[in-house]
């Protein structure tokens, strides 16, 4: 397994790299990568940001907003986070399997006397408390798996930038946020910085006490196409806010799998735009959803003929075409 050293602090330079990694280095290496972003908010693929975020609150503050390629919940990130990203091979068994890419995360803190343990469905929590939301997308052949660890984040400033919804808070059977999350410093066997935690981290996953064979350098080649999709892609706003037209109908439940909701517009019955949204996990596009039921008439045996076909619970980890239909009709 090799890494890439990056002290690159600028997420879109970071979400940047993630994706070129995954979709253009030409090399069947597996890698592992650590990285940390400035202030800001990293929105789930599905998500409407404007709709995630406390606005004012991220102009005030500066606070970056930049959109992800995986699905899940928008996140806060500072300098007292550490990212984690797995981009390897799409074997069958990887896939939405997020046991698999947290167990050696888990392992590694629990070395270090962090009580850490997976729950839900893509969480690592210490004493019920979440340190580690985790997320994946795949291209080809190949896939990412990526996640948090919260090491000394300013938990207050999670609250003052998410718009996080009712609905997810009072499903976790408590008051806020803020109570949800927790920082893994104080559980350290031994009280270390963030880049000591990290070098640590990065020796126990690559099973090396000494890295530097492990290590990938960028070439200029590389670099250039980095930041050419910075520039196309993360420094945009089509790509990070997107256009969020007003719609006549609003949906939205939540599920074992995350919040679904749906946008649309209906006109002498049929459905004449619509969009996705939502905290889900999934593999797919939503794009070709989208498209299947745009044009189609707004009528519940008919949806479900439509999307009979596509295996919903690749766009939708563990929310089923039932669950679907109930939320568009019910």
Known sequence: MKTIIND???PRFNLALEEYVLKYLDTDEDFVLLWQNENSVIIGRNQNTIEEIHADYIK????SVVRRITGGGAVYHDLGNLNFSFITKNLKDNLNNYRKFTDPVIKALNSLG???EFAGRNDIVVEGKKISGNAQSYYKNKMLHHGTILFDVNLKMIADVLNVKKAKIESKGIKSNRARVTNIKPYLKTQVTV???EDQLLKYLLDATDISEHIYELSEEDLE???ELIDTKYNTWEWNYGASPEYSI????RYKGGILEFKFNVKDGIITNLKIY???LGSKDLTEIEETLVGAKYEEENIRKLLEPLNVSEYFFNISLDDVIDCLFY
């Open 250 to 253: 609003e949906k939205a439940k």
């Open 225 to 227: 196409k980095i930041h």
């Open 278 to 280: 939502g905290d889900f």
């Open 8 to 10: 690159s602090r600028n």
């Open 60 to 63: 005030q503050h500066d606070v």
């Open 195 to 197: 880049k000591e935690f």
């Open 114 to 116: 962090v009580p850490a």
